[in-house]
């Protein structure tokens, strides 16, 4: 039997989430956006041109959640945990890459909308080449993947970018960081196979993308750092691409793989009172892998036809749903994140040779 918290009515809940996810006052609010002079309440005129994701609470049973009320248990759940306090050796890195290639592009998504393929913008993806609207975690597990470890079936998307009416697709392996969000690295874990989540809102204004927890360095190209939607123009050389950081919650709740509004149950770090320590919060005290996608699209010089199939740039986000061979990710995350090292996909430091790789010269473990 499932167990999920009592459910109200279903207008009820899907108006509160609805509310609470979109943030509709600010929508509605009229500022600018300091950093290109547009007027941010043309978000609404694009949010209304891209109604396929509003994150609204699930409607439709799925493999993973057959009642359909949008909690995913896991099973078995993790519990007694408390935050890590601790300050362990001071290693200025502890991460490792996942390199992944575009498989595909399609109006699905299997997190808001499962099940209903066509229902959302239009999505780039990464990793799994099965993913649409469908996937669940028994359809992930296993499968075919352009990551460069064959372990790592999981998939990732992201909104597909548009320069006019031509799809700009990533070339080649992209860099998706798996990092230690908390300063104690040592406390890391892998993910729970078949947890999910959603990383930003398309329904964001410019301010709120410019101040999210997962900002890095916005969009940027060429010199131009910091943007919170595209630049007008970027120079026009064969090495200039638009590129953009964003990283995710790291700390889990350790009941749902997913809940309604498809981030609940993840959180972002919070600073240690009395010092700059990260830690989790009491409510969400599993620390996780903290991803972070770093994207580079080969669009350059002018870009004022540049979008995103959800809008503006400012309404960038991006999916994750986790289907790692578990022994694999495991080993990886045990070596370079609490092992504190700066691995590449093969789980090799270079300036640490002495520790070894994790991976095999095929990207397999031995």
């Known amino acids: 039997m499932r167990s999920s918290p009592r459910r109200l009515p279903a207008l009820l809940?899907?108006?509160?989430?609805?509310?609470?996810?979109?943030?509709?006052?600010?929508?509605?609010?009229?500022?600018?956006?300091?950093?290109?002079?547009?007027?941010?309440?043309t978000a609404t005129t694009a949010t209304t041109a891209h109604l396929g994701h509003t994150m609204a609470v699930s409607t439709q049973a799925s493999g993973d959640d057959p009642d359909g009320d949008g909690y995913i248990p896991a099973v078995p759940q993790v519990t007694g945990v408390t935050p890590s306090t601790?300050?362990?050796?001071?290693?200025?890195?502890?991460?490792?890459?996942?390199?992944?290639?575009?498989?595909?592009?399609?109006?699905?998504?299997p997190i808001v909308y499962p099940g209903q393929p066509g229902k959302s913008h239009d999505h780039t993806f990464?990793?799994?080449?099965?993913?649409?609207?469908?996937?669940?975690?028994?359809?992930?597990?296993?499968?075919?993947?352009?990551?460069?470890?064959?372990a790592d079936a999981s998939g990732y998307w992201m909104p597909s970018l548009y320069n006019g009416d031509r799809k700009i697709l990533p070339v080649g392996p992209q860099t998706i960081y798996y990092k230690a969000g908390?300063?104690?690295?040592?406390?890391?874990?892998?993910?729970?196979?078949?947890?999910?989540?959603?990383?930003?809102?398309?329904?964001?204004?410019?301010?709120?993308?410019?101040?999210?927890?997962?900002?890095?360095?916005?969009?940027?190209?060429?010199?131009?750092?910091?943007?919170?939607?595209?630049?007008?123009?970027?120079?026009?050389?064969?090495?200039?691409?638009?590129?953009?950081?964003?990283?995710?919650?790291?700390?889990?709740?350790?009941?749902?793989?997913?809940t309604p509004d498809h981030k609940s149950h993840m959180a972002y770090p919070v600073v240690k009172p009395?010092?700059?320590?990260?830690?989790?919060?009491?409510?969400?005290?599993?620390?996780?892998?903290?991803?972070?996608?770093?994207?580079?699209?080969?669009?350059?010089?002018?870009?004022?036809?540049?979008?995103?199939?959800?809008?503006?740039g400012y309404s960038f986000h991006y999916d994750f749903f986790n289907a790692w061979e578990d022994r694999t990710l495991k080993a990886l995350v045990d070596h370079c994140i609490v092992g504190g090292?700066?691995?590449?996909?093969?789980?090799?430091?270079?300036?640490?040779?002495?520790?070894g790789a994790t991976l095999n010269s095929d990207y397999r473990l031995p």
């Open 13 to 41: 809940l899907g108006t509160a989430l609805v509310a609470t996810v979109l943030g509709v006052g600010t929508i509605a609010s009229a500022t600018t956006d300091t950093h290109t002079g547009r007027d941010a309440t």
């Open 86 to 109: 601790a300050t362990p050796p001071t290693r200025y890195f502890h991460e490792f890459q996942a390199n992944c290639s575009v498989t595909h592009t399609a109006p699905d998504d």
């Open 126 to 150: 990464m990793g799994n080449t099965s993913t649409d609207a469908n996937s669940t975690t028994a359809s992930l597990t296993g499968g075919a993947t352009t990551c460069k470890a064959p």
């Open 182 to 258: 908390v300063t104690d690295y040592t406390s890391v874990r892998p993910f729970p196979k078949g947890l999910r989540f959603v990383v930003g809102n398309p329904m964001q204004t410019a301010d709120e993308f410019r101040h999210h927890r997962g900002f890095v360095e916005g969009w940027e190209c060429g010199d131009s750092y910091f943007n919170t939607d595209f630049p007008a123009s970027c120079p026009n050389r064969a090495d200039v691409q638009l590129n953009i950081r964003f990283q995710a919650p790291s700390c889990w709740d350790g009941k749902y793989l997913d």
């Open 274 to 312: 009395g010092t700059n320590d990260n830690m989790c919060p009491a409510d969400h005290p599993v620390a996780l892998p903290m991803i972070e996608f770093k994207m580079a699209f080969p669009v350059n010089g002018d870009m004022s036809q540049v979008r995103l199939a959800s809008g503006r």
């Open 341 to 355: 090292l700066q691995c590449d996909a093969r789980g090799y430091d270079q300036t640490h040779p002495e520790a």
